[in-house]
């Protein structure tokens, strides 16, 4: 695939009981006026990723980059184009994702394949049995997540595939985890971490992969929250987290926007005689 490129994906989000009772059921979703469920975060960038598993193949899983803004939902049965520009002077490429409507809902770049050496401060806190609770007055920039190791299995990267129906030959021939396998290994890592004032909202992700990851990789997620910021009544946190393997070796780093909490809407005080 050269640039400039575009493919068409068909937005549709599975039926994991992790859905029920939210607005990523159809049910819940139209009876707060929304026209079908929302797509998790993860899900769009998938579809994304998918344009740049495309162009480069093996070379992106193992070394590439990406970077995704949502700027509005994407629901369950929209129809998708994803499209990247020729590079710009810095070599990475425009990325836009666009709906049926005409609506731009992702914005970002893909970075081609690239060595690089990461430099991070490894630490692992394991999970607790009780969760902390945290809202915007006490997360605080270097705030620490926990995470629990794992071995990942071949079926847990063919549950994964399933579930975001990406059947990308790349990933099926090589045995590979795809892209959003690996966002939500860190950042389920980071969300059972504390209880949050209400379900976070992924909002924006900067990725750069240094290995691939296969069956039978023990995986575990060191991550720190890097900046806590609040826009128009909106709390967000940025967390940098990074994938491991085997304790020491670094598979991907994901630094990801979360709207964590909304301040109420302020009432309007009543005239009084």
């Not at 009772?21 to 929302?38: C, F, K, N, P, T």
């Not at 710009?88 to 690089?116: F, K």
């Given at each position: 695939?050269?640039?400039?490129?575009?493919?068409?994906?068909?937005?549709?989000?599975?039926?994991?009981?992790?859905?029920?009772?939210?607005?990523?059921?159809?049910?819940?979703?139209?009876?707060?006026?929304?026209?079908?469920?929302?797509?998790?975060?993860?899900?769009?960038?998938?579809?994304?990723?998918?344009?740049a598993v495309s162009a480069w193949g093996m070379d992106w899983v193992e070394r590439g980059a990406i970077s995704t803004r949502f700027r509005r939902p994407v629901f369950n049965g929209d129809l998708l184009t994803i499209a990247a520009q020729s590079?710009?002077?810095?070599?990475?490429?425009?990325?836009?994702?666009?709906?049926?409507?005409?609506?731009?809902?992702?914005?970002?770049?893909?970075?081609?394949?690239?060595?690089?050496?990461?430099?991070?401060?490894?630490i692992f806190q394991p999970h607790r049995d009780t969760r902390e609770a945290i809202d915007a007055a006490r997360m605080r920039p270097g705030t620490r997540f926990n995470t629990s190791e794992r071995v990942l299995t071949a079926d847990d990267l063919?549950?994964?595939?399933?579930?975001?129906?990406?059947?990308?030959?790349?990933?099926?021939?090589?045995?590979?985890?795809?892209?959003?396998?690996?966002?939500?290994?860190?950042?389920?890592?980071?969300?059972?971490?504390?209880?949050?004032?209400?379900?976070?909202?992924?909002?924006?992700?900067?990725?750069?992969?240094?290995?691939?990851?296969?069956?039978?990789?023990?995986?575990?997620?060191?991550?720190?929250?890097?900046?806590?910021?609040?826009?128009?009544?909106?709390?967000?946190?940025?967390?940098?987290?990074?994938?491991?393997?085997?304790?020491?070796?670094?598979?991907?780093?994901?630094?990801?926007?979360?709207?964590?909490?909304?301040?109420?809407?302020?009432?309007?005080?009543?005239?009084?005689?």
């Open positions: 695939m050269t640039f400039p490129a575009r493919i068409e994906v068909e937005a549709l989000l599975d039926d994991h009981p992790r859905y029920k009772g939210s607005i990523h059921e159809d049910s819940v979703a139209q009876r707060m006026g929304y026209r079908s469920a929302l797509l998790p975060g993860a899900f769009v960038y998938t579809y994304a990723a998918r344009l590079a710009e002077p810095d070599g990475s490429h425009r990325l836009t994702v666009t709906n049926q409507l005409g609506e731009e809902v992702v914005t970002g770049t893909l970075g081609a394949p690239a060595h690089e050496t990461p430099q991070a401060d490894l063919a549950a994964s595939r399933r579930a975001m129906a990406e059947t990308h030959p790349v990933f099926l021939q090589n045995d590979v985890a795809h892209p959003g396998c690996l966002v939500r290994l860190t950042m389920d890592d980071v969300l059972r971490s504390f209880i949050l004032p209400m379900p976070p909202i992924f909002t924006a992700v900067e990725t750069r992969h240094y290995c691939a990851v296969r069956p039978g990789d023990r995986v575990s997620t060191s991550a720190v929250a890097t900046e806590v910021f609040e826009s128009g009544g909106k709390h967000y946190f940025v967390s940098d987290e990074y994938l491991v393997l085997d304790g020491d070796r670094l598979a991907a780093r994901h630094r990801r926007t979360n709207l964590f909490q909304i301040d109420p809407a302020p009432t309007e005080a009543r005239a009084t005689n």
